[in-house]
């Protein structure tokens, strides 16, 4: 599996983005305005908004695309639709649950096989979640203290409206499927339409 080791920082503040999307409070010291260009082409805007999804999810072009495609083929609008099911991994769905303090962190806790979905051990971060689908913490990860310390660094988080939190059984249900209102980050996904469309 391809990993990117690109350092957290420094590729939020190119891409323009907070580094607290990605789970982090760290700012950066260094002038944004240096080494700045005037001018973005067009192609150079929608290759920016593509980079900042990928980037932000943790996915590789073969699998972005792989979404996209997907996206296209659902009802509605093909750029909301990529949203949702960037959004609706078990890996974004357990970051989102405030059970890990960044995205990196919730894949690689998924890898580790510490999360059940309806009962079921699973250990794909790219699984997908479906309405009605309840995620929640094994019971022999509940009692270590990785998971006290998580809980106790992510409890300011907001919890988005689509999922139910149990915050004693550390289990959440989905209600329904993430829609682009509740990101907390901006992102011109029609961009990204009209790049994978030319």
């Not at 607290?20 to 760290?26: D, E, I, N, P, Y």
């Not at 750029?79 to 995205?103: H, K, P, Q, W």
Request: overall charge positive.
């Amino acid at each position: 599996m391809a990993v990117s080791r690109e350092p957290i920082l420094k590729r939020c503040k190119s891409l323009g983005i907070s580094p607290a999307v990605m789970g982090l409070s760290k700012q950066s010291k260094r002038n944004p305005n240096a080494n700045r260009r005037q001018k973005i082409s067009e192609y150079g805007l929608q290759l920016k908004e593509k980079q900042k999804l990928k980037f932000i999810y943790g996915v590789l072009e073969k699998q972005f695309r792989h979404y996209f495609e997907v996206a296209e083929k659902m009802e509605g609008k093909a750029g909301e639709n990529l949203i949702t099911c960037l959004e609706s991994r078990l890996d974004s769905v357990v970051f989102r649950m405030g059970l890990a303090t960044t995205r990196r962190e919730a894949r690689q806790l998924v890898t580790h096989g510490h999360f059940n979905v309806n009962g079921n051990r699973v250990d794909i971060p790219s699984y997908r979640i479906k309405v009605g689908d309840v995620v929640s913490l094994r019971e022999k990860s509940k009692n270590s203290s990785k998971f006290k310390e998580i809980v106790e660094t992510t409890k300011g988080r907001v919890i988005p409206l689509w999922l139910e939190m149990n915050k004693e059984d550390l289990s959440a249900k989905i209600s329904r499927m993430p829609i682009k209102e509740d990101l907390d980050y901006e992102i011109a996904e029609h961009l990204i339409v009209e790049l994978y469309s030319k």
